[in-house]
């Protein structure tokens, strides 16, 4: 969520039940959006346990078979995922359904599909302003916004059920679970881990020998397949407070570890493109983004306008509705930004962030550039499309993307003596992110656990999205469901209803033909004795 928060409270492990509100005290938006977080969990929590992870009411979702896989049809509907509400408003295709990115689901060939292949649905919230959602701005304040939406967002997508590229899926996570285990210090956290990579590797051998569509071992297996990240690899930082580096000046003595910042900020870490660790000496490509105002400053972007230069780059020229409120939440030179609309949110794209080189105040013109051999993304001029400049805030040390190479073990400073280290053993993916609260308060503080006293604990990254299995096909061409289905309580009571009723009337039906039989028997019986 990346909206103008001051922190984000909610934690399930807390196990509150209400926010509390006093009588004269100060309102903070972190309170109410934690009474939302906890109603949330509730409900979604119970759905969860009373009905199971994965289900439908009647026929939500069902899948029609057509021909081609981009024409098979999908339901309308709801489909619960971890207790999470989908909606389908209509019947749709594959290929055009509502959430897709442009045509199709990001990284799913529905044109081409493999021989065998299920079906998934990849679900997440989504954090919408007033930028991306103009209905919930009040034109009565003129352009002053107010709070912000949280969307659910579902996409049906495609996994393909060849072998090898399910293996390799499961080979990073491997991989990830090796670095866990070189690193640790605990004999119990040993223990764990190595049953995790036996674990893994049960199902591994399962997908080497065969156990999918055809065999009853399918559904099991898939859910394995797709959760196998956050089950064995979930991505894990610390954060904490760095003293000032000590001056050349054996005199000069270093300030304590705190936070230096003039303002409280929330600083967010997110996971631009996301794959395995790198190493110092050699950067897998996996980076990340940061921001000091939790990557809430954005600016609407009127147009672009790309101009190749002689010596292979380019620059972009972006007209801008604003340039900003103030100069804090306003651009500067060499800024770096992200090109955003729909369409790339929605396809969980990664492009690289371009760098401001001019700014022309007047007009609310923004010259980006870019750099040779690098593609940058082709944002819409489309209104409708929602198109935005979003500020990050990294500086030196920014690879070709214009990000931070992730580096497992190895602790880096964002700025204002605030420190990060993310920990060995992690697979990341577009979009992970840690939230980080700094405090000018207390002589400068990070409200985070173990910090700073302690030693800071390292937290799971959040964004994480649910997956459930629809259904898979085998090569044999038979198309096997995976989701429960359920009907209302009142259609249930009804059916009963109607059942009892059934046997009720078949009851009487036997009866009354017993009867009819016992006369006629006793009339035979009488005919027989006159005669």
Same mark, same amino acid.
């Given at each position: 969520m990346k909206g103008d928060f001051a922190r984000v409270t909610f934690d399930p492990a807390r196990h509150y039940s209400q926010v509390m509100q006093q009588q004269g005290r100060v309102t903070l938006e972190a309170d109410w959006n934690e009474q939302a977080g906890i109603q949330l969990f509730l409900l979604r929590t119970m759905i969860a346990d009373l009905v199971g992870p994965c289900w439908a009411p009647g026929t939500g979702f069902a899948i029609t078979m057509q021909p081609h896989a981009a024409d098979w049809q999908l339901a309308p509907g709801h489909f619960y995922v971890d207790g999470i509400l989908c909606q389908n408003e209509a019947t749709c295709a594959l290929g055009s359904q509502p959430y897709a #990115?442009? $045509?199709?689901?990001?990284? !799913?060939d529905w044109i081409k599909p493999p021989t065998?292949? @299920?079906?998934?649905?990849?679900?997440? /919230?989504?954090?919408? $302003? @007033?930028i991306e959602a103009p209905d919930i701005a009040d034109i009565a304040l003129d352009g002053v916004d107010t709070a912000s939406r949280a969307q659910t967002v579902w996409q049906v997508r495609l996994l393909d059920l !060849?072998? /090898?590229?399910? @293996? #390799?899926?499961? @080979?990073p996570v491997t991989a990830a679970l090796n670095l866990r285990l070189q690193a640790t210090t605990s004999s119990t956290d040993e223990a764990t881990i190595k049953q995790q990579m036996d674990d893994l590797a049960q199902l591994q051998r399962n997908l080497a020998t065969g156990k999918l569509p055809g065999n009853g071992d399918v559904c099991p297996t898939l859910r394995q397949v797709l959760g196998a990240r956050a089950t064995y690899a979930w991505p894990h930082l610390s954060a904490q407070l760095g003293p000032v580096v000590s001056d050349s000046d054996p005199c000069v003595i270093a300030a304590d570890a705190r936070y230096r910042g003039c303002e409280n900020q929330l600083y967010r870490v997110e996971i631009h493109q996301g794959g395995a660790a790198g190493t110092l000496d050699a950067p897998s490509g996996t980076n990340f983004k940061w921001s000091r105002e939790n990557g809430a400053v954005i600016f609407p972007i009127v147009k672009t306008d790309i101009t190749a230069q002689s010596d292979g780059s380019a620059q972009v020229a972006v007209s801008l509705a604003s340039l900003g409120r103030d100069g804090r939440l306003g651009l500067a030179v060499n800024d770096w930004v992200e090109l955003i609309d729909d369409d790339y949110t929605l396809a969980q794209a990664a492009s690289p962030l371009l760098q401001v080189m001019a700014i022309d105040i007047a007009s609310r013109m923004v010259t980006l550039a870019v750099p040779k051999n690098i593609t940058p993304y082709a944002v819409s001029n489309n209104s409708t499309k929602h198109p935005l400049l979003r500020r990050w805030d990294q500086g030196d040390g920014a690879d070709a993307q214009g990000c931070m190479p992730v580096v497992e073990g190895d602790t880096l400073e964002l700025e204002d003596g605030v420190q990060i280290t993310f920990q060995p053993g992690g697979l990341y993916a577009n979009g992970d992110y840690w939230l980080i609260p700094a405090r000018v308060a207390g002589n400068g503080t990070l409200d985070w656990p173990g910090a700073p006293d302690g030693n800071p604990v390292a937290l799971p990254s959040s964004g994480m999205h649910h997956q459930a299995v629809l259904g898979a096909l085998g090569v044999q061409g038979a198309y096997t469901e995976c989701c429960c289905r359920f009907d209302s309580l009142c259609a249930l009571l009804k059916d009963s209803a109607n059942k009892a009723t059934s046997k009720k009337v078949d009851a009487q039906a036997v009866a009354t033909k017993t009867q009819l039989a016992a006369k006629k028997a006793g009339a035979s019986k009488t005919k027989k004795a006159g005669g």
């Open positions: #990115a442009g $045509s199709s689901s990001p990284g !799913d065998s292949f @299920a079906l998934w649905l990849d679900v997440w /919230e989504r954090h919408l $302003s @007033a !060849d072998p /090898e590229p399910l @293996a #390799a899926m499961l @080979a």
